[in-house]
């Protein structure tokens, strides 16, 4: 009798795994549509000169010195960049991973900030804070007279904002593994009489190397992908990287603007993807044996140092992170830049022109229109392929998972430069073209952030027990009410947790959106970056204020909703 009741189900099983094959069949397609297609599209443009195969525009590109500038300023900055950040990262992990520090929890979150505040924002407040005419500045003039506030509009200042804001991703994943090394290996280190400084460059760093090379890679690419501060801090400047070279090409309408921008692309994807195999290949050669389970014990004490140490990471963490936002929401007070921050130059006008301009509120309900959006295709397309890793692995499921993860590695110019290409021509049978509206802005948007849903996607389904599931089947639960009433509530944290970072993602970004936005079509970081080039600082302080309160109250929402879903979950397993 049992095997007869399994028959039926078994037959239903393989009805619903055909359908979902179709399913991801189509969005593989149109994952190549929405991807691959523009990219050849760009490629194409960049070796095509009068409708024939041409290697001249690439080539001029790489023989005109100012052009090979760019490069050069592109990777010195990026590479020390990234040796800042890791060393930042490396150091602040240290210390949570292994020292007998109070307060890690809080510590650990607020290492944590630049990772959900926009860089652009963040560096449009380091912009306030070495104004020679700021607060900090006076302070400091206050204490020395002729101290003079070093120039942000430079490369250190770059440099120094990419290291201050990218440092957490060299920091989750070297906490990550540090926590991972045995502590078999630094108690023979200390019995073969090295101390704390031997042990770490001679062991932890050494097996910590696989983490710091992915955490280095991710910082390498991410700055790659940067636009808003290069923008913000190299234009005026006159110093210029491959994005911001790509940018101008693009807005300059001036000779073969989107050939050469073709060509730069195809530059700066090389060293894109050449970077991420090195960092790879030695991330590989690095690998080294650790425990599956993070030790959360300290491993060594600081006696009467820790209060030191203690207070030395909270200045630190005070002033990377904190004190600069400070300077922005005073900055969205000021009625003038230079008047002072005496009450007398205060006021709401800043905050009230955001909401009554046009643009500024045009912008507020785009990014979140977009934000909600794409992270409901996203969490639905990206729970789907998640799932059927997971439950249904395959090599076509690879592919897709491939496939998908593609665009997010690709830098964000790129991709807006491809779709521009590809999709301003009016579409076959309606005859009109999404280019230059929000729905244009949507498609990049999942393309290049559908991958991030995959990712927390598929740990929601891995910690999900698939006897819930055969348990379901068995009581005759439709496909439906199997997905409604067991998968959806066990792998909802997950889900949701990759959902909200998608949100974020959405709802202010700014590289690819800075080539494809157009009237009416503006989003949060396109109005701030158009404040700020164009001198209305407080109103780009202001927007940046309103835009930080949102992120701090979505974060707080989905923490209450997490530990309310925790308490939940506990009751029910007990």
């Known amino acids: 009798m049992e095997k007869r009741a399994l028959r039926p189900a078994g037959r239903r099983l393989s009805a619903k795994t055909l359908a979902l094959y179709i399913l991801v069949v189509f969005g593989l397609l149109a994952v190549f549509g929405l991807f691959f297609l523009p990219l050849w599209k760009l490629v194409e443009v960049a070796f095509q000169e009068e409708g024939r195969l041409s290697f001249g525009i690439l080539q001029e590109q790489l023989t005109d010195p100012k052009t090979l500038k760019v490069i050069w300023d592109t990777l010195y900055i990026n590479i020390l960049s990234s040796f800042f950040a890791t060393v930042i990262g490396v150091v602040m992990a240290y210390f949570v991973a292994y020292a007998d520090i109070r307060g890690k929890k809080l510590i650990h979150y607020a290492l944590l900030l630049p990772l959900i505040i926009p860089g652009y924002i963040i560096t449009l407040a380091w912009m306030q804070f070495f104004a020679k005419s700021g607060f900090v500045a006076s302070l400091v003039q206050s204490l020395v007279p002729n101290a003079v506030m070093p120039d942000i509009y430079s490369y250190w200042g770059i440099i120094f904002v990419f290291s201050v804001t990218k440092y957490p991703l060299i920091y989750t994943l070297t906490l990550s593994t540090f926590r991972k090394i045995s502590t078999d290996m630094e108690l023979a280190a200390a019995i073969s009489g090295c101390n704390k400084i031997k042990t770490f460059f001679k062991v932890t760093l050494p097996m910590s190397l696989s983490g710091v090379a992915n955490g280095l890679l991710l910082v390498f690419i991410s700055c790659l992908d940067n636009f808003g501060t290069v923008a913000f801090l190299g234009i005026p400047a006159r110093i210029t ?126 990014s979140i229109f977009l934000g909600i959006s794409t992270a409901v295709i996203c969490v639905i397309l990206g729970t789907i392929v998640a799932y059927l890793m997971v439950r249904r692995p395959s090599i076509l499921i690879r592919v897709v998972e491939s496939v998908i993860s593609v665009p997010y590695s690709i830098p964000g110019i790129i991709l807006g ?95 690819t959106s800075s080539l494809l936005w157009s009237a009416g079509s503006e989003t949060l970081g396109v109005v701030i970056y158009n404040y700020t080039s164009a001198g209305y600082t407080t109103s780009a302080c202001a927007l940046s204020t309103v835009v930080c309160v949102i992120i701090l109250v979505l974060v707080l929402l989905y923490q209450g909703v997490s530990a309310v879903l925790r308490r939940k979950l506990g009751r029910n397993e007990s």
């Open 241 to 366: 990287v491959l994005s911001t070279d790509i940018y101008q090409s693009i807005i300059s309408f001036t000779g073969n603007g989107f050939g050469e921008a073709a060509a730069k692309s195809v530059i700066l994807g090389v060293i894109g993807v050449v970077s991420s195999l090195v960092l790879w290949r030695v991330a590989k050669m690095f690998q080294t044996m650790q425990t599956d389970l993070e030790d959360l014990s300290p491993r060594f004490f600081l006696g009467r140092r820790k209060i030191l140490v203690e207070g030395l990471m909270w200045l630190a963490i005070f002033i990377i992170n904190f004190v600069p936002l400070l300077t922005l929401i005073v900055t969205g007070f000021m009625k003038g830049i230079g008047g002072g921050y005496g009450l007398d130059n205060m006021t709401l006008d800043n905050f009230i022109f955001v909401f009554s301009n046009d643009k500024s509120f045009n912008a507020i309900k785009n």
């Open 417 to 511: 430069l491809a779709l521009i290409l590809t999709w301003a021509s009016p579409l076959p049978i309606i005859n009109r073209t999404i280019y230059a509206t929000v729905f244009m802005l949507l498609v990049s948007y999942v393309v290049r952030f559908t991958s991030l849903q995959i990712r927390n996607s598929t740990t929601g389904v891995l910690q999900t027990d698939i006897s819930m599931e055969e348990a379901a089947e068995i009581c005759g639960a439709t496909t439906f009410r199997k997905w409604t009433s067991v998968i959806i509530p066990l792998i909802f944290p997950a889900t949701a947790s990759g959902m909200g970072l998608v949100f974020l993602n959405a709802l202010t970004e700014l590289t």
